[in-house]
């Protein structure tokens, strides 16, 4: 999609879910995971965590001992605790879309 339609698609998002914001997943060049989806609509009332937890189920062969960071606009690690709302207000694009990259780490080892 070019930017136009993308705008178009995030403004009809925003339009018809009047309480949620869109928000597309991308992994990082460097994991060796991949995500079964990577668009979501989000409830803006939600917490970062909330929206983590909601992922882990699409990302394939994530193993127990593994978890992933998430980066929004490709260098900010927001804080589990804040609301999905304010993340979008300050970094969603010009496309209206919210981008987050995750990139994959081992936790025990």
């Known amino acids: ?3 136009d339609q993308r705008k178009k698609r995030a403004n009809f998002i925003l ?3 009047k309480n949620s914001v869109p928000i597309i997943v ?3 060049k460097k ?3 991949s995500i079964k989806r990577n668009q979501f609509i989000v409830s803006k009332d939600s917490r970062f965590l909330d929206f983590y937890r909601m992922i ?3 990302i394939d062969n994530l193993d127990p001992d593994q978890t992933f960071f ?3 606009n490709g260098n900010y690690i927001p804080s ?3 609301y999905i709302s304010e993340i979008y207000d300050h970094y969603k694009n010009d496309d209206g879309f919210l981008y ?3 990139i994959e780490e081992n936790t025990f080892g």
């Open 56 to 58: 882990v189920p699409y």
């Open 31 to 33: 994991t060796k995971f």
């Open 100 to 102: 987050v990259t995750y």
């Open 1 to 3: 999609m070019n930017f």
């Open 26 to 28: 991308t992994a990082s």
């Open 15 to 17: 339009e018809k879910y």
């Open 80 to 82: 589990y605790s804040m």
């Open 70 to 72: 998430m980066f929004v």
